[in-house]
């Protein structure tokens, strides 16, 4: 396993258009989670899944955005309609419940860069 | 409010130097603190958590629930310590849900 994976890790496109990205989780994770950084922040929470079901969304997550795990593996992020504030980076992470204390260790994929312009 | 504050945008000491970088928090309860750290061209990736009150490449940090800190500490920096660290929290022990991130601290150490 070599941990979570995302693509594009690049995605250059233009005002107005939709964009989505994927991510692989770590094989038997059952949560996966999805964070925007942009430049000169840390990762801001977006949304989580456990298994296929969405359990929370940030307000970030105008209607412009929708995220899905169909078969609580894979996890897509779709754009629609995309402005430049939305450039960023795309990170997403997996957990699953594990070690002596029980804690939901949250391990991040390298991240997609959108580009808006 | 839910809240991680990191007051220095970056932070530079010379190698064989005590580093500490600085975390404050705003959190109503028990939360869970982390460091992550972010090495040049690798991913994000945690570097320790209050509740293992473990060294991890030499670093510490304690949690001071009167102060709401959690500072990082390592008395003797490298230069493989270069790099951009978080510091980050979660609500409840053992739990689940989204992890709230400080804006970093970029450290780099000079030779």
């Known amino acids: 396993d070599t941990g979570v994976s995302q693509d594009p890790r690049h995605k250059i496109t233009k005002r107005g258009q939709n964009v989505t990205f994927r991510c692989d989780p770590i094989s038997e994770h059952n949560r996966l989670y999805w964070y925007r950084q942009t430049l000169g922040q840390g990762p801001e929470f977006l949304t989580y899944f456990q298994n296929e079901a969405q359990l929370e969304k940030s307000r970030l997550l105008s209607d412009r955005f929708s995220a899905e795990r169909p078969k609580g593996s894979f996890s897509t992020l779709e754009i629609q309609r995309t402005e430049q504030g939305d450039s960023a980076m795309y990170l997403c992470a997996s957990s699953r419940r594990t070690g002596i204390n029980l804690t939901y260790e949250q391990y991040f994929g390298p991240g997609t860069r959108l580009t808006v312009t | 409010a839910q809240r991680v504050t990191q007051p220095e945008k970056l932070l530079s000491v010379f190698k064989g130097a005590p580093v500490e970088l600085k975390c404050n928090y705003s959190?109503?309860?028990?939360?869970?603190l982390f460091w992550y750290v972010q090495y040049s061209r690798q991913r994000l990736q945690l570097l320790l958590r209050h509740i293992s009150r473990e060294s991890i490449k030499g670093f510490t940090a304690d949690l001071n629930k009167g102060e709401t800190s959690f500072h990082l500490k390592k008395p003797f920096a490298q230069e493989e310590d270069s790099a951009m660290y978080y510091c980050?929290?979660?609500?409840?022990?053992?739990?689940?849900?989204?992890?709230?991130f400080g804006s970093g601290t970029r450290l780099s150490i000079r030779p």
């Open positions: 959190y109503s309860g028990s939360p869970e």
């Open positions: 980050a929290l979660r609500g409840g022990y053992s739990s689940a849900s989204k992890i709230i």
